[in-house]
């Protein structure tokens, strides 16, 4: 059965510091990789996924995120943080190839201060 | 529509009463999928359905939920006889593929007083 740890449930930063989410998964097949961005009082946004392919993923809003197969992760970064990043983000995985459900992690509350 | 429609946003209930959440879909996405966020448990995984049939009811917690999905659209999440431990959002998301991720909606936040 898979599954998804994100390591950290709050993260403090002040604005245009570099920050890193961190997102490990534990799976006996191989996987597609999303993660998702929760803003106040909204419903979930997709910020990036990786199928296949470079294991360097861009996302919206100045976002990446990095596959590495041998340490099972899929972190992610962005150099420069704004006020507006401040929201909960969410890693999730799936079976590549399923047509089923995500697997989400507990989330990771990213906290921008000025 | 343009997106995910949830319905209602806001739900609060007595408990012991049915309560019955409805979400609409993008149109053309095949697949539908519930889950339910509470305060921090991440999303856990209700129920997904592949046009009208439900692969994968695994993620119910109990008998006392159900859910349809009827002409491949629109689909209701049923609670019978509500407990507190029902409160949470309640998320609904569709997809054309799964790789191409989910489109959420608002969701539904369920209070049982």
């Known amino acids: 059965a898979q599954s998804v740890t994100q390591l950290d449930s709050q993260v403090p930063v002040f604005e245009e510091a570099p920050v890193e989410l961190r997102c490990n998964y534990s799976?006996?097949?191989?996987?597609?990789l999303f993660w998702y961005v929760q803003y106040p009082n909204q419903g979930l946004q997709l910020l990036l996924k990786?199928?296949?392919?470079?294991?360097l993923v861009k996302g919206i809003n100045g976002f990446e995120a990095e596959f590495n197969k041998s340490q099972t992760s899929f972190h992610l970064r962005k150099p420069s943080v704004h006020i507006s990043d401040t929201a909960e983000y969410f890693c999730?995985?799936?079976?590549?190839?399923?047509?089923?459900?995500?697997?989400f992690g507990k989330g990771t509350k990213l906290s921008v201060k000025p | 529509g343009a997106g995910v429609s949830q319905s209602p946003s806001n739900k609060v209930t007595e408990k012991g009463k049915d309560v019955e959440l409805r979400c609409d879909p993008i149109?053309?996405?095949?697949?539908l999928y519930w889950y339910r966020q509470s305060l921090g448990q991440g999303l856990e995984f209700l129920i997904y359905?592949?046009?009208?049939?439900?692969?994968?009811k695994s993620g119910l917690p109990s008998d006392r939920f159900s859910a349809e999905r009827t002409g491949g659209s629109v689909s209701t999440l049923t609670i019978q006889r509500t407990q507190q431990e029902d409160s949470a959002v309640y998320l609904c998301?569709?997809?054309?593929?799964?790789?191409?991720?989910?489109?959420f909606g608002s969701g539904t936040r369920l209070t049982v007083v």
């Open positions: 998301a569709s997809s054309p593929r799964l790789i191409y991720g989910y489109t």
């Open positions: 799976s006996s097949v191989s996987v597609y």
């Open positions: 990786y199928l296949s392919g470079s294991t």
């Open positions: 999730a995985v799936s079976e590549r190839g399923s047509q089923g459900n995500l697997i």
């Open positions: 149109s053309g996405h095949t697949a």
């Open positions: 359905f592949q046009g009208n049939s439900a692969p994968d």
